[in-house]
């Protein structure tokens, strides 16, 4: 079909569809050289005429051009496609897909090449997204199967509910076990089940309550299969558009047996929290005041767990409290955090005991709630603490750096105070004597709340 045609004219053709075209010879060598873009004339000049076609392309590239140049003398009018990567003068690669073409009666061979550097771009992107799609594919699979097993293999009973239509989405075996009589699926069924009708009722009201705090639980409520008493804890999760109910329930017959052993009834029903842990901070008993503290279900959630898990900022002030019980037996008024299963930090005062008992040695903690007491800091009105003894109270409650800030703050207000006295509250002469400016000393006055600087203006 090329027979009648002028292989130069029809490269001038093609240059107008096409990024750049080439004539060569029966041998490879480049003839004549059109390009279509401008931008391609920076890697790709005159100086390719009269090269061979071979010698501009990569390494890899060059045993499949002698191919795609036979194949072409081999089958004239026949345009057979030709991938391959120019290796430019800056040793970048230029990747190019030919359409080479012998006219059949011509000596000459037409090569007409396109630019596929943004396709090859679009193909790197595409492979990239793909890479690591399939890599949070396989990692959310595995987080998967992590939840699954521990969801299955909690002793704990444990429902997921849709916060709509209150239908069971998840529940794990002892749920089941729980809740299903004759091993009746308890998946899609809607919730409360299992329960006498007192009950259900009252676990719609802890629905409405979880979904308005966040948070509610209810305890003596009773199954349908055997009248046991059960403890239930729901909890309000939302996630995007999504809500849920997070359900967790527990016998109290057998969450009380092990503190009711070891605990009398004075202590199980005492104000302030009471926890009875080994000599390693294991617990053995907790009453009801630390299992409200820790926002646990029930007493046997923290049977065998050590302590340290809710008592204290770090597991630093458990092991300085052992150290203490094992030398001395017996710690008073020590100040820490407890921090309970749903986020929330309580401050309290710990006093412990060596709980002496003929099969083994015990500590025993008495664990009171100071987060509403007033201290003098707080009825003083400032939020900067006053001497260096606050701040030294602060450790472990704070970072180091917070902490060094604000005794450079402590120091600063200091010296404010001592040069207002010496001044007699001349904020002029107070200014002089610190080497400040009175603005600086004012907007320092301000963020120290040092009272009576409105009463001296700064003047003009």
Known sequence: MFVDLDISALASLLEKVADFSLVLDRNGKIVELALSSDELQAYIDESWIGADLVDTVA???RGRIKEYLQAAIDEPDTPIRADVNHLLADSSLLPVQYRMVAPTGDTRILAVGRDMRAVTSLRQQLLNAQQALEADYWRLRQVET?????????????????????????????????????????????????????????????ML?????????????????DGSLVTVVIS???????????????????????????????????????????TEGRVLAANRAFVDLSQVVNEEQTVGIVAD??????????????SNLRERGV???????????????????????????PQRPMFAFFIRDVSRRVSAQQAGGSGLPSTIEQITHRVGRL???????????????????????????????????????????????????ISGFESDPVSP
């Open 59 to 61: 390494p890899e590239s």
């Open 146 to 206: 992590r939840y699954r097993q521990l969801f299955d293999l909690v002793s704990e009973s444990i429902l997921v509910l849709d916060a709509v239509s209150h239908r069971v989405l998840e529940a794990n075996p002892a749920a089941a076990e729980l809740l299903g009589s004759q091993g009746q699926r308890v998946v899609g069924k809607a919730f409360p089940l299992g329960l006498r009708n007192d009950s259900a009722q009252a676990i719609n009201s802890l």
């Open 209 to 225: 309550e979880a979904q308005s705090v966040g948070r509610a639980h209810a305890s003596g409520l009773q199954l349908e299969a």
């Open 236 to 278: 309000y999760l939302r996630q995007a558009n999504e809500a849920r109910f997070l359900v967790r329930m527990a016998h109290e017959q057998l969450a009380s047996a092990g503190s009711d052993a070891l605990l009398p009834p004075a202590l199980q029903k005492a104000p302030d929290a009471v926890l009875l842990t080994d």
């Open 309 to 322: 898990r809710w008592l204290g900022r770090s597991g630093v002030d458990l092991s300085v409290l052992l």
């Open 331 to 357: 710690v008073k008024l020590f100040s820490t955090v407890l921090r309970g299963d749903s986020g929330v930090h309580t401050d309290v005062e710990v006093s412990a005991t060596l709980a002496e008992s």
């Open 399 to 449: 970072p180091l750096k917070e902490l060094v800030r604000e005794s450079t703050d402590v120091i600063e207000a200091m010296c404010i105070r001592a040069a207002l006295e010496l001044t007699q509250d001349n904020r002029a002469s107070a200014a002089e004597l610190l080497g400040l400016s009175r603005q600086s000393l004012y907007a320092k006055l301000r963020r120290y709340e």
